[in-house]
């Protein structure tokens, strides 16, 4: 039986960017299975492009990446669309659909990729994936109705919608206080522990990677290529000064907080 830490996906020398403009060169890490993987960098520095190859929408300029050992990029098309459905995406503008509920937010992805379900089944799994978040009986609420954790959350709930093996958040507490960005990080750590589901959380300033990551990796704007790549609190004691650097700022900040 594999252990827990297994590694799922693994980037090996890989280039991220666009066309010909590489933003991020030669990245080498791996996620294993059940953990939290925080990618960490400052506004600019590529993390959203990173995660666009890592989901699948757009291939990197080098480098491979494995799923489960699979060269993700080297498969058909088809091969990927199915693979993909291991992958929940909260995207950093993350945007339920205004004019649905969000029980039909969820049952979207449900009814492209589990047709053979009938109406009641798929009302009754996003039910479940919204009581998962803590909106349970908010099934019939639109996205309009909520308060911006809630809008964050009934995301996090559609992400889950296919019982994903991966889970990407683009910086999820973007925009909430420090109280529902907390509960947030709560809420993410519940998950990775009753899901089994690893985390890919990125972000460019969060004084809470010390509570929810297992490893993190900082990505540098200026050289273009990973600084560091380990648990923070190794980082923080060990890692290069300008990650030292970066996470002592977001300690400080934390402690300072009334
Ligand atoms: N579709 C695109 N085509 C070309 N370049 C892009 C595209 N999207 C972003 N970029 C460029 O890629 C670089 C990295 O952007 P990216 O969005 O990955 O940064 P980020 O680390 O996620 O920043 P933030 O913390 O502000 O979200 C930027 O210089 C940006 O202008
Ligand atoms: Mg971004």
Redesign the pocket.
């Known amino acids: 039986m594999p252990s827990m830490m297994d590694a799922v996906l693994v980037a090996e020398r890989l280039d ?4 010909t ?1 590489v ?1 991020q060169r030669d990245l080498q890490f791996s996620v294993r299975r059940g953990e939290v993987f925080v990618v960490m ?12 190859h890592l989901i699948g929408l757009q291939a990197p300029l080098g480098g491979r990446m494995l799923f489960n050992g699979e060269d993700f990029w080297a498969q058909p098309v088809a091969r990927r669309a199915k693979l993909q459905q291991d992958f929940g995406v909260l995207y ?1 503008n993350a945007a339920l659909w205004g004019a649905m509920t969000l029980r039909e937010n969820i049952c979207l992805p449900l009814e492209a990729y589990r047709p053979n379900l009938c109406r009641a089944e798929l009302a009754e799994l996003a039910a479940l994936k919204l009581a998962l978040v803590g909106l349970g009986g908010c099934d019939e609420l639109y996205p309009a109705e909520l308060s911006g954790g809630m809008r964050k959350r009934a995301a996090l709930a559609r992400a889950l919608a296919l019982d994903p093996q991966m889970l990407f958040l ?2 999820p507490s973007a925009g909430l206080d420090p109280i529902n960005s907390m509960a947030l990080d709560e809420l993410i750590l519940q998950l990775r522990d009753s899901l089994g589901a690893s985390i890919v959380l ?3 300033e969060l004084p809470s990677i010390f509570t929810v990551a297992d490893t993190c990796l900082f ?1 540098d ?1 200026q050289s273009g290529t990973q600084l560091a790549l380990g648990p923070p609190a190794e980082l923080l004691a060990h890692g290069p000064q300008a990650v030292q650097r970066f996470l002592r700022r977001d300690t400080r900040l934390a402690e300072e907080a009334p």
């Open positions: 991220a960017g666009y066309g403009r933003i960098g400052a506004s600019g520095c590529g993390k959203s492009t990173l995660l666009r950093q683009d910086e990125v972000t460019h990505l704007g």
